[in-house]
């Protein structure tokens, strides 16, 4: 099959749903599908406009870009890739630049399909204004997408739910995998301690530096934690501004608590993950958290989760079970579900045990897509 993918950004942008994309791309290459990927030049200037990338074929189109990403606009539409596609998968109803493509391909005679995400997922965004323009924009967007979309997915059974119910639209279930290498890679945990020095137990957060995602909430949750266990850390993974969480981290008088790394590889946040206590996921709002592949990577290592009640988490995280829930923007629960791990490693080992029981990998998912593609 020839099967193009859109969305506004791509490799080497990193981010939860660039790295789906490009896993889900670079996987349905390796079945021998002749994969496109058309998405915007934001992020990577200095690469080529088309290049080939891990067998994957990828076009960057012109488009503008103001403050929020989602309203990335296509100047330009690649058609001659869209004309003899078997499918155009958009990712996202949510950006501008997917729906734009989706409705050029549909106007071209293409079959197109659509992962819908955080669907009416702003009503508690911190931002008044993101919170009443925001919705009016999701709710066209998603109206829009639902009218030129032959085929409707979504990975999240919070959205599932919402489309059926609320909007009376028929949805398939296909989640987000991860890779064979986090599966079968052996436990690296002492590589990881040997390299950044780090004895001491710790938790791990992995994602974008981003307020959404609750990284001051994880800080001062560990400024409460260590009080009963001085020796505490918490390593935070991942791209954006570190400096006001360091800032905090020094007010707290934390700061040799806080361990920042920045972007890692694969494999360093595997090893992370295999050193650690249990990952630690503190995002503060339904809109951020529609699939979160770093919890079944954390499961996949038998890693405990620690995350709050947003998004599709509750619907994964089962407390008590492969996990513990808490609720949003209260550091005192966080810091109690943290220390309440520290203290109990049979509950960290059956907690862990029982997440690696909930994960697919990238090779089940495309071949899941493929069957889509064909007969839905």
Not at 15 to 35: D, N, Y
Not at 110 to 128: E, G, I
Not at 299 to 318: D, F, L, M, N, Q
Not at 335 to 349: K, M, Q, S
Request: hydrophobic letters at 45%; glycine letters at 6%; charged letters at 25%.
């Amino acid at each position: 099959m020839k099967i193009v993918h859109v969305f506004h950004n791509y490799y080497p942008v990193v981010g939860g749903l660039e790295r789906a994309v490009q896993s889900l791309a670079e996987e349905l290459a390796k079945m021998g599908h002749e994969v496109h990927v058309i998405t915007s030049r934001f992020g990577a200037e200095d690469r080529p406009r088309e290049e080939v990338i891990n067998g994957v074929y990828v076009h960057r189109v012109k488009a503008l870009k103001p403050y929020f990403p989602d309203l990335t606009h296509p100047l330009e539409y690649a058609e001659k890739v869209i004309r003899d596609a078997d499918i155009v998968h958009g990712h996202s109803q949510n950006s501008l630049f997917t729906v734009k493509i989706i409705e050029k391909a549909k106007s071209l005679g293409a079959k197109t399909a659509m992962y819908f995400m955080a669907v009416d997922a702003l009503h508690d965004h911190p931002n008044p204004l993101v919170r009443l323009l925001g919705s009016f924009y999701a709710s066209h967007m998603l109206k829009k997408a639902i009218a030129m979309t032959d085929i409707r997915l979504v990975k999240s059974f919070r959205d599932l739910e919402i489309l059926r119910n609320r909007y009376g639209v028929e949805v398939l279930y296909a989640p987000d995998g991860v890779s064979e290498e986090v599966v079968n890679a052996p436990n690296m945990a002492e590589e990881f301690r040997k390299r950044y020095k780090i004895r001491e137990p710790f938790v791990v957060y992995i994602g974008r530096l981003h307020r959404l995602k609750g990284v001051d909430v994880l800080i001062r949750a560990v400024s409460i934690a260590v009080k009963e266990h001085p020796k505490l850390k918490a390593v935070i993974i991942g791209p954006g501004d570190q400096e006001p969480y360091r800032e905090l981290a020094q007010r707290l008088g934390i700061k040799s608590n806080i361990i920042f790394l920045g972007y890692v590889d694969e494999k360093t946040k595997i090893e992370a993950l295999d050193a650690s206590i249990a990952l630690v996921l503190p995002s503060i709002c339904n809109y951020v958290e529609v699939f979160s592949i770093v919890i079944s990577e954390a499961w996949a290592r038998s890693k405990p989760v620690i995350a709050t009640v947003v998004g599709e988490i509750p619907y994964r995280v089962k407390h008590m079970i492969n996990g513990l829930l808490i609720p949003p923007k209260n550091p005192l629960k966080l810091a109690e579900a943290i220390i309440t791990l520290l203290n109990d490693e049979n509950l960290r080992t059956k907690l862990g045990t029982e997440g690696r029981r909930n994960i697919l990998t990238w090779s089940e998912i495309a071949t899941k897509i493929i069957s889509i593609y064909k007969y839905a």
